[in-house]
């Protein structure tokens, strides 16, 4: 901020505009440098798949639509590093819109099968980083989008954590602020509570995310914070050390959505353990979950048609009621939170979770993975503890297929993005991005 001042007062600028204040963690809370808890109120956004935060004119439009129904955050999976976004992100500041970014790309992101992380992937995530620590208005990191999706994935989750490691060191050694680096996971039930516990574990706090998120589409219809599962979710964080909040959220089993999850979200029982959400998403397209169009879909194989038949540009307008539903709701919710000033946390890390064969091959005890390393099975990080050349137990012997309450599926946006990861080479992606 004050390079901004700095700046501006170089430019021999009259009247200064009055920077967004930066969000950072204390505890298990989000706080504004004006000493404000924080909470998300926020929509995914990502009309293009390789950077939504070009093209001004498009920002400038959906901003000031999204600023009318009190939207305070975007999460955006991803961006081109080399392009220039101070225009977009100053609209969207403007908007008083901060930015949640994924930092890998589709060639970056960590893997499920045969998890890795090396010094490629960390340069790469360190490229989005520069280019977008300098603005006040960049929330949080994410240093992963549900890279386990399925009850055996718990080995990749070293990974993860070993990812966020070096991203907050090579934060830190640039000088950057304090910006939070956390991780986005998909709802899988039988790796809740483990997988939010391992990442936030230990004794040191630089191997520690710094919050931790959730796609949940649990809430579908007319259910409540009981028959939803969302008391359950809220039971498994009540001493959660980090900040905590849903990454995507908004089932469409039942139309319209009525979002009133968010009346829980932001409502006495779930505020004192949550940050908020990020319904998904702003465009319709063929998942169906768009808030906004920006024109009716044509026949994709009309000259100049867009190739998936959705226009990705010009006006937003709501593609039916539930844009105005959740208008309502979110002007009726209005959660205070506590001052920064007022909060002493004594919070402590959980325990790392132990080792348990088939649902969570992890040893928490076990150093992370150095930069460069790749997943091998009886690795020592996923070996029990005591027996140092202990194969880890493959893992064929799923959880149940019939999960009841509190299982649902990888979002929308990873099952399609799954589809496309072979194919994104040679085909211009259109719906598998996130
Ligand atoms: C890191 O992994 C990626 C695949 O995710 C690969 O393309 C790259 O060559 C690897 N880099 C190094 C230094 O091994
Ligand atoms: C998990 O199970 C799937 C089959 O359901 C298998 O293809 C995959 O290799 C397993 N992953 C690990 C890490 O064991
Ligand atoms: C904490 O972790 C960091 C990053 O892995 C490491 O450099 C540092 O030595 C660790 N500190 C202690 C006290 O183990
Ligand atoms: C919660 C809420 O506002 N629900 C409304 C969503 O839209 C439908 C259709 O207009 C209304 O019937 C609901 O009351």
């Known amino acids: 901020m004050r390079t901004a001042l700095l700046a501006s007062a170089l430019a021999g600028l009259a009247a200064v505009a009055s920077a967004i204040p930066t969000i950072s963690v204390k505890g298990s809370k989000f706080f504004t440098s004006d000493g404000d808890q924080f909470f998300v109120k926020g929509i995914a956004y990502q009309l293009v798949p390789d950077d939504p ?18 939207t305070n955050s975007i ?11 101070k225009a977009c992100m100053q609209t969207f500041e403007d908007a008083g819109i901060y930015l949640w970014l994924d930092l890998d790309t589709f060639n970056s992101q960590i893997e499920q099968q045969g998890a890795h992380w090396n010094e490629t992937q960390r340069d790469a995530f360190g490229a989005v980083m520069d280019a977008f620590h300098q603005f006040d208005n960049l929330a949080g990191f994410f240093v992963g989008n549900e890279v386990l999706t399925m009850d055996n994935g718990s080995v990749a989750a070293p990974y993860v954590k070993a990812a966020a490691r070096d991203m907050k060191a090579y934060r830190d050694s640039k000088n950057y602020r304090k910006i939070p680096v956390g991780y986005s996971a998909a709802d899988i039930a039988s790796l809740r ?43 498994q964080i009540l001493t959660y050390n980090v900040p905590i909040f849903f990454s995507e959220t908004g089932c469409i089993a039942v139309r319209p959505r009525t979002f009133e999850d968010q009346t829980a979200i932001f409502g006495e029982e779930m505020t004192p353990y949550w940050s908020g959400s990020i319904i998904y998403e702003w465009i319709e397209e063929a998942n169906n979950y768009g808030l906004i ?8 194989s009309l000259p100049d048609a867009p190739p ?4 990705r540009s010009g006006k937003p307008t709501p593609v039916g009621v539930e844009f ?34 088939t649902a969570w091959e992890v040893n928490g005890a076990a150093a992370l993975p150095t930069l460069g390393q790749t997943y091998r099975q009886g690795e020592a990080s996923n070996a029990p503890t005591g027996s140092g050349n202990a194969a880890a137990t493959p893992t064929g012997a799923q959880a149940s297929a019939s999960e009841t309450k509190g299982a ?27």
């Open 53 to 70: 935060l070009i093209d001004d004119t498009q920002c400038k439009l959906d901003a000031a639509l999204m600023k009318t129904i009190g």
């Open 75 to 85: 999460r955006v999976y991803h961006v081109d590093p080399t392009a220039d976004h």
């Open 193 to 235: 509570p483990t997988l939010q516990n391992y990442l936030s574990c230990g004794s040191n706090a630089s191997e520690q995310i710094d919050f931790y998120a959730l796609n949940a589409y649990e809430w579908c219809g007319d259910v409540n914070f009981q028959t939803s599962g969302y008391d359950i979710l809220t039971k």
């Open 293 to 300: 169009k920006y024109g009716e879909k044509v026949d994709p």
């Open 308 to 311: 998936d038949g959705y226009t």
């Open 324 to 357: 105005e539903n959740l208008s309502k709701v979110w002007k009726s919710v209005n959660p205070s939170g506590v001052k920064e000033s007022a909060y002493n946390p004594t919070l402590t890390p959980p325990p790392c979770p132990a080792f348990t064969s």
């Open 408 to 434: 649902a599926p990888a979002s929308p946006g990873r099952e399609l993005r799954g589809m496309g990861v072979g194919l994104v080479g040679v085909l211009v992606g259109f719906f598998w991005w996130m």
